[in-house]
């Protein structure tokens, strides 16, 4: 399959997927109406509330973080190229009370589909890898950020990718340079059972070298990066999910590795 096919693939795999995980327990949208926060408290750390501010969320998905951030005083839009997605975070945002901008278009149209410019670029938790193609990704993000505006990148470690379902091992190259095609058994991270028909996706995976790399041949300043030792779905046996905040640690006596990171990378004024 070409990159063409591959990307094609994805989106029906997206667009089957958006209105099975808005109805899942997974993505909490039922408490995310009654009040409850998508995001997690580092990130409520990291990026303070800033009444009034713009925030562009690429890849928004079917929109509950970006509505997070919208209770937290930003002025958010949120982008997809899954227009099943973006119609959830329509509805969704509507039954939150929350007066965001929802707009379908693939990340490397977005500035000419915006036509405009954000204070921050908010990503991730798994978008990444849906793009082939980071260095272009890093040039989108330069070209939708205000002079002194900043991208905030939150992503699962790419040092993850090495772990096998099973077990704690190096089971996965971390420099593959090949897209990573798989045939599901369906369902997904978010609704395991669920039976559906567009199985086959391709994620790219990018190392951090190659991540931060391309922030910075853009001219971004990359001012800091930070590692965190939990996850958000259970990426092999051997995290153990928290009951308290549902997040997924290694298991005690296991030597850690980093899970998640984010990133904030500013533009020049
Ligand atoms: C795991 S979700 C985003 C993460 C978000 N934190 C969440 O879980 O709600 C990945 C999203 O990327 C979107 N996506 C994948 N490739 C894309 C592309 N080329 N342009 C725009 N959206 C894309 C998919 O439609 C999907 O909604």
Redesign the pocket.
Known sequence: MDRDEL?AA??AW?DER?PVHANSSFYRVEQLINGESALDPFELEELPSETGTSLLHL????G??TISWARRGFQVTG????AP?IAEARRIAAACGIDGKWIV????AAPEVLNRRFDIIYT????ID??DDLGSWAKVVDQLLNPGGYLYLVEFHPITWILPDDGWAIANDYFADQPYVEADPGGSYAAPEHVTHANLTAEWHHTLGEIISCIASVGLTVEWLHEFDYTHFAQTTLLEQSPDDRRYRISAGIPRIPLLYSIRARKPS
């Open positions: 990307v994805n989106l997206w958006a890849q928004c998905h079917i509950t973080d982008l997809d190229f899954s997605a278009s693939d990340v490397y991730g938790k798994g978008a849906w793009l």
